[in-house]
C-alpha cells in the first residue's frame, strides 16, 4: 500500500491552506524551525507539529508514517470510550480520517489533532533534575507516576506503548501521556496489536500476534516506575547510564535482563539507598523472565498501606490522609491502623478548625479551638500552636485598639499600636490596625513638615516660600489620603503653587513678540488667580496686546479654514489680505500658508493667459504643473482641466508620429502608425492632420490581414481567395510563410471542386483519382449532400485491397521471432486513403464481404501508421500457444468522417497448428 513520505507531509504544512481538510486548521499557523521549515517531531509511527490557532491555543498535528487501515476504527472506538471520561493524565484528541493533502499525488490522508501540552518530554526533564541532583522533584515524580498508572486501571485503560518519549511533563509539573496509537479499551481487548512499542520499556514476549489487552502497560509502568524510584535515590545513575554513554532511554537495556548479574546498573539498583528499588528491581527482572501474562500491576507490587503507616508514625498524619483519598481506599484500612487513623482524622480537624480561625482573625475562635494534646506534638500545627497560645493576651489589646480608633485619635491610636506591636505583629486579627497605623504615622509625620513650611511662606512674597518643598509635602499627604487637619490648608497651598508655576513660566517669555510667546502668556492669564498680585502687574499690558495680535491671527485662521476644502481665487485672496492688520515681520504659524496663496494667485492668472491665447500644447501642460506644483488646481477655471489633461495625452501621441519615416517598408511603417496613432485623441488634432490618411490604411489592412490569418487557421480556402485580391493589399508584401498555405488552400479548393465534378458527371474513376480522407474532414460541410453517394461509390470501387493499397510487401508476411512472438508485414494504403489497419486472428479465414469488428476472432489489434512505422512498417504480436492455426488478416480501415468503411481482408498467412490449437474446437 502507498503511503506519502514524511517529507512530503512536511512540505505541504508550510501552507495550510492547502494541507488541510478542515475549515479551523486552514486558519493556524504551524511552528517553524530556524531555517523557516515546519518543524517536525519525529515519532516511530508519527510525526508531530506544532499548530498555532487563531485564538491563542496550541494543538498537536500527527501525521502517520506508515498506513494502518484499522486505524479509524481503533481511534473512534477510544474517542466514543473517553468521552465521559475525564482523566487528567491524558489529553483531548480528535481522529480524522482524510484530514491532511499529500503535495506528491494530492489525496488526503489521516491524522490525529490533540491538545498540546506545554512543557517538555520526561527524558530531559529527568536530565535536568539529576544535574540539579533534585531528589525532592525525582520522587514526587516516581509518585505521580504510580497515582497516573492507578488512574489508568480503575479507568480499565492501557496506553500500550508507554515509553519516555510519550510521557511529558507539563509546566505545572504534571506527567501527561500522549500518543494513543497503541491504547486499549473494553471494546478493543483481543484485537491484534498495531504496533508493539519500544525496546527495552516492553516484555520481550510481546509480539505482533500479542493480542490488545488491558495488563499491555504491566511491564513497561513497573521498569519506568523503578526508573525514577532509582534516579530519586541516586541521582548520578544518570550521569553513569544515559549521559556518559549517550544513552537515549531511562537506564535500561536489554542486556540487563538478559545478563544481570554481569550488568553494573542491576549490582547498583539493589544496592540503592532507597530499600523499596531493590524490590522493584527483583520484581521487575522476575517479570521479564516470567510470561506477558503474568506480570502482576504495580498495585499488586506497591502496599499503599505500607507507606501510610510509615507516614502516621512519623507524624505526617495529613500526608497519611491524603494517601487514603488519593487512592479511594480510606474505607480499606487494615484493623492495625484504624486506631492511628482516628487519632490522624481527629488531629488534622482540629488543625484545620484552628487555622481556619486564625485565617478569619476570630481571636476568641482560636482561643476556644486550641487543644494542646492534640496539636502541640504536631509538626505541622506548630505555626497555629503559637498563635493560638497567645489568643488570650491579643484579645484585651485588640479591645483598646478599636476604641481608640473609634475616638479618631490619631495619635493616641499610632501609640497604642506601638504599645502592643510586638504582641499582635503577623496576626491576621491585627493585620487592619497594623496597616491604619503605619499610613497613619506617615500621615502625622507629612502634616508637620507641611504646617512647618506653611509658618515660614507668604502668598503675596512667594520668592521667599520654599514652594517646591510645600507642593511635595501636599503630594505626599494625598497620596497617603490626605489628614483631617490638613483639609483646611487646601486653599493656600494651591494659591501658593499656582502663582509660583505662573512665576516661573511668563519668566521663560521673551522681550520680542511671537505667536508662541502670545499664546503662551494668554493661556497662562488667570485673573482671579493674579488679582491684587503686585508681581503680576508689569504683564497686564503685554497680555492685551497679545490677545489683539492672536484675535487677527484668529481672523486669518478662518479664512484659511474657508479655503481647506476647496481653495479657489476668492478665498486665496482673502488669506493675503488678512495679514495686513498684523505688525510689519510678525513671526506666526500661518507665515508659509500666505506665501503659497499668493503663489497660487500668480500661477493661476498665468494659465489664464495661455488658454485665452489657445496657446500651445506644451506651454498649456508647463503653466499648468506650475498650478498643481503650488495645489492651486482648484483656482482654474472648470474645463481647464479637461482641457490640460487632452494637451498632456496629445503631446507623447504626436512626438511618436513626428519619429516615424515614411521610407520604411510598408509592413513596418502600417505597424508603426497603427502603435503610435490614438483616433479617440487625435482626428480632431490639426497639428496631427497629415498622419490621418496613412494611418486609416494601414487600420484597414491590419483587419484585412487578420481575417486571412484566421481563414488559414480555419482552413477557410474560398474565403482566403476573396481577401488576398483586395486592392489594400497591392503589392504589399504578405508573410512568407502563408505563400505554402494559400496555395495548399487553392489546390484544396479545386480538388474538392474536381471530386464534387466527379460525382457530378458519373464518372468513379476520376472520384478515387481524387478521393482524400483528408479532404472529406476538411470540406465536410460542403460535401454533406453527397455523402450517401460517397459511402456507396467508396464501398462499391474502394474496398478491394489492390484501390486501397494493401498489399504484400515480403515474401513471408509472417516471420518467426521466438517461440511466442511473429513479426507480420504488409504495404499500408496511401495517407490519402487510410491511416489505420486492422490486424485480426480468426480460426476460419476471413471473407471479403467480413466486418473486422464483427468477425470471430481470438485476437485484434487497430494500429496507426505511426505505430506501424515506428516498428518499421511491420507488427510484432505475442501468440499464444491455443491460437495455433489462425488465419492473419490486415484490413484498411476508411474513415469518411460521417461513416467507417474497411476494405477487404489481406489474408497475411495461417499460423502453424500447436497441441494446443488441434485440441481445440473451432466454431
Not at 538 to 551: K, N, S, T
Request: charged letters at 30%; glycine letters at 4%.
Amino acid at each position: 500500500m502507498y503511503w506519502p513520505n514524511p517529507s512530503d507531509f512536511s512540505r505541504i504544512l508550510q501552507t495550510p491552506q492547502v494541507a488541510f481538510r478542515a475549515a479551523e486548521l486552514k486558519a493556524c499557523q504551524i511552528e517553524k524551525n530556524s531555517l523557516g521549515q515546519p518543524r517536525p517531531r519525529a515519532g516511530n509511527f508519527a510525526t508531530v507539529y506544532r499548530g498555532m490557532m487563531p485564538d491563542g491555543n496550541s494543538i498537536a498535528v500527527r501525521v502517520f508514517n506508515l498506513g494502518r487501515d484499522e486505524r479509524r476504527e481503533r481511534y473512534e472506538a477510544i474517542s466514543q470510550y473517553l468521552s465521559d471520561r475525564t482523566l487528567p493524565c491524558l489529553v483531548n484528541f480528535e481522529y480524522i480520517e482524510a484530514g491532511i493533502r499529500s503535495p506528491s499525488d494530492g489525496k488526503f490522508y489521516p491524522l490525529v489533532t490533540m491538545e498540546w501540552v506545554q512543557g517538555e518530554v520526561i527524558f530531559g526533564w529527568l536530565a535536568r533534575q539529576c544535574q540539579r541532583r533534585d531528589a525532592v522533584a525525582l520522587l514526587s515524580a516516581a509518585d505521580q507516576w504510580v497515582e497516573l498508572v492507578d488512574q489508568l486501571r480503575r479507568a480499565h485503560i492501557a496506553h500500550g506503548d508507554l515509553q519516555h518519549g510519550n510521557i511529558m511533563v507539563d509546566e505545572a509539573g504534571r506527567l501527561r501521556l500522549v500518543d494513543y496509537d497503541c491504547m486499549c479499551v473494553p471494546e478493543l481487548v483481543g484485537r491484534k496489536n498495531l504496533e508493539i512499542g519500544v525496546e527495552p520499556y516492553q516484555h520481550p514476549q510481546r509480539d505482533n500476534n500479542t493480542p490488545l489487552s488491558l495488563d499491555l502497560d504491566n511491564f513497561s509502568s513497573l521498569m519506568i516506575l523503578t526508573a525514577l524510584r532509582a534516579l530519586a535515590a541516586a541521582p548520578d545513575l544518570w550521569r553513569k547510564y544515559v549521559d556518559e554513554p549517550s544513552y537515549d532511554k531511562l537506564l535500561f537495556r536489554t542486556s540487563d535482563f538478559l545478563d544481570p548479574h554481569n550488568s553494573e546498573l542491576y549490582t547498583d539498583l539493589m544496592n540503592s539507598p532507597d530499600e523499596l528499588v531493590g524490590e522493584l528491581t527483583s520484581a521487575l527482572l522476575d517479570a521479564y523472565r516470567g510470561a506477558f501474562e503474568r506480570v502482576p500491576s504495580l498495585d499488586e507490587i506497591l502496599d499503599p498501606f505500607e507507606k501510610v503507616e510509615q507516614l502516621l508514625v512519623g507524624q505526617d498524619w495529613d500526608g497519611a490522609l491524603q494517601l487514603l483519598q488519593r487512592k479511594g481506599i480510606e474505607h480499606d484500612v487494615p484493623p492495625r491502623l484504624h486506631g492511628a487513623v482516628r487519632e490522624a482524622v481527629d488531629r488534622v480537624d482540629c488543625r484545620k478548625a484552628l487555622e481556619a480561625a486564625i485565617e478569619a482573625g476570630n481571636e476568641v475562635d482560636i482561643q476556644r479551638l486550641y487543644f494542646p494534646g492534640l496539636l502541640d506534638d504536631y509538626p505541622a500545627a506548630q505555626e497555629a500552636v503559637q498563635i493560638a497560645r497567645r489568643a488570650g493576651e491579643a484579645i484585651p489589646a485588640l479591645r483598646r485598639l478599636r476604641s481608640v480608633h473609634q475616638q479618631k485619635h490619631w495619635e493616641a491610636f499610632v501609640r497604642t499600636w506601638d504599645d502592643y506591636r510586638s504582641l499582635l505583629i503577623g496576626r491576621k486579627s491585627a493585620q487592619r490596625y497594623e496597616r491604619e497605623a503605619e499610613q497613619w504615622r506617615r500621615r502625622n509625620t507629612t502634616l508637620a513638615r507641611l504646617l512647618a513650611l506653611l509658618e515660614q511662606a507668604d502668598v503675596n512674597e512667594i520668592e521667599k516660600a520654599d514652594v517646591p518643598a510645600i507642593a511635595a509635602a501636599w503630594r505626599q499627604l494625598a497620596r497617603l489620603g490626605g489628614h483631617p487637619q490638613g483639609d483646611a490648608l487646601e486653599s493656600q497651598v494651591h494659591q501658593l503653587v499656582r502663582r509660583e508655576k505662573w512665576r516661573r513660566a511668563v519668566a521663560r517669555i521673551s522681550n520680542e513678540p511671537t505667536e508662541a510667546d502670545d499664546r503662551n502668556l494668554v493661556g497662562l492669564w488667570d485673573e482671579q488667580l493674579l488679582a491684587d498680585w503686585a508681581s503680576a502687574e508689569p504683564w497686564r499690558e503685554r497680555y492685551q496686546q497679545a490677545r489683539g495680535r492672536l484675535d487677527a491671527l484668529t481672523l486669518l485662521r478662518q479664512a484659511m479654514d474657508a479655503s481647506a476644502s476647496r481653495p479657489n481665487t476668492q478665498s486665496e485672496r482673502t488669506i493675503v489680505e488678512a495679514v495686513s492688520d498684523l505688525p510689519p515681520g510678525y513671526p506666526h504659524h500661518f507665515v508659509e500658508r500666505v506665501l503659497l496663496a499668493q503663489r497660487r494667485l500668480d500661477a493661476a492668472a498665468v494659465l489664464q493667459e495661455a488658454l485665452d491665447a489657445d496657446g500651445p500644447e506644451r506651454q498649456i501642460v508647463s503653466r499648468w504643473q506650475q498650478l498643481t506644483e503650488v495645489d492651486g488646481q482648484t483656482l482654474a477655471a472648470e474645463n481647464c482641466k479637461a482641457r490640460v489633461d487632452l494637451a498632456r495625452c496629445r503631446i507623447p501621441v504626436l512626438a511618436r508620429l513626428a519619429r516615424i519615416d515614411f521610407h520604411l517598408p510598408a509592413a513596418k511603417l502600417d505597424e508603426l502608425l497603427i502603435e503610435a496613432w490614438d483616433d479617440e485623441l487625435m482626428r480632431d488634432c490639426r497639428d496631427a492632420a497629415r498622419w490621418l490618411s496613412p494611418y486609416e490604411a494601414a487600420r484597414d489592412r491590419r483587419v484585412l490581414i487578420g481575417r486571412i490569418e484566421a481563414a488559414l487557421e480555419t482552413a477557410d480556402d474560398r474565403l482566403i481567395g476573396q481577401l488576398v485580391s483586395d486592392p489594400l493589399l497591392h503589392e504589399y508584401p504578405l508573410r512568407s510563410t502563408w505563400a505554402g498555405p494559400i496555395r495548399l488552400a487553392q489546390d484544396r479548393t479545386r480538388a474538392v471542386a474536381q471530386l464534387i465534378a466527379a460525382m457530378d458527371e458519373g464518372e468513379t474513376e476520376r472520384f478515387v483519382e481524387c478521393f482524400d480522407v483528408e479532404l472529406l474532414a476538411k470540406f465536410k460541410e460542403d460535401l454533406v449532400d453527397y455523402e450517401p453517394q460517397i459511402q456507396d461509390w467508396v464501398e462499391m470501387e474502394m474496398r478491394s485491397c489492390e484501390r486501397v493499397g494493401l498489399r504484400m510487401a515480403f515474401h513471408s508476411p509472417l516471420v518467426k521471432i521466438d517461440r511466442g512472438s511473429y513479426r507480420m508485414r504488409w504495404s499500408w494504403p496511401p495517407s490519402r486513403l487510410s491511416n489505420r489497419c486492422i490486424i485480426t486472428l480468426s480460426p476460419r479465414e476471413p471473407g471479403t464481404n467480413n466486418d473486422p469488428l464483427r468477425l470471430a476472432t481470438d485476437a485484434r489489434v487497430e494500429l496507426t501508421r505511426d505505430q506501424w512505422n515506428a516498428a518499421g512498417g511491420s507488427h510484432v504480436m505475442e501468440i499464444e500457444a491455443a491460437w495455433g492455426g489462425d488465419y492473419v488478416a490486415a484490413w484498411a480501415v476508411i474513415e469518411l468522417g460521417f461513416a467507417t468503411l474497411y476494405s477487404e481482408p489481406l489474408l497475411l498467412g495461417q499460423l502453424p497448428h500447436t497441441r494446443a490449437s488441434k485440441r481445440r474446437k473451432h466454431p
